[in-house]
């Protein structure tokens, strides 16, 4: 009788053990198919709700400086993600496509246009044909009381990563929710890119163009479930 009563608890323990590490195989999937879903979340963490780029409308414009002028333009949005909960943002990830570069400042059909355009696209700039996306991964967003954020995160051109922190912000707007940046400002030579730049020429005199360029962006979201 006593081993009957031992063999009894010995298969009800078994039964809760197996059904203890299915539970825990489970969960451990449903992580795993909402990063292959996502596809850009880099962590595993899951955010409820998810949300994807509106890539239609989603801008962004750049501004690079030299003492005899300045360039203005746009670059599109390749792809991104940003999830945020009840407390504020979460996490980011964006993709710019490097190869979508336009200047706005030169009408399209003066043949200076076409020039510069294809000078950011070379090697003294993006080269873009052997790094066709740039990125941007959020680290840590600090809220203040105002509902703005401090955004730190890794930008990546170039395949160089360096880490920069600027002000943003998350509005809700008639049409959804809107992630947005009034100003980043980058150090081109942070990602290797030395051409005319003062730190490695001396030579210049004021020929030589900034080392430092903005950008801004406003990225609308979709609702993702």
Known sequence: MKKLIFLSIALNLFMVSCKNDQKAKNETKSVEEAEITSGLIKKTQTFDPTHTADLDNSKITWHAYKPTGKHHGTVNLKSGMLAYDQNGLKNA??????????????????????????????????????YPVASFKLIEAEKSED???????????????????????????DH??????????????????????????????????????????????????
């Open 147 to 173: 509902g703005t954020y401090q955004v730190t995160g890794d930008f990546t051109i170039n395949e160089v990563s360096k880490s920069v922190s600027f002000p943003a912000s998350l509005q809700e707007t």
């Open 176 to 225: 959804g929710m809107l992630f947005k940046a009034e100003k980043v400002q980058l150090d081109r030579t942070d990602y290797g890119i030395k051409y005319k730049s003062k730190k490695f020429f001396d030579d210049l005199k004021d020929k030589f163009i900034n080392d430092k360029f903005d950008f801004a962006f406003e990225v609308p979201l979709n609702a993702t479930k």
């Open 93 to 130: 990830y964006f993709e710019v496509d490097m190869s979508s570069i336009v200047v706005e400042d030169i009408p399209a059909d003066d043949e200076y246009n076409a020039k510069l355009v294809n000078h950011l696209k070379s090697a003294d700039f993006f080269d873009v044909e052997k």
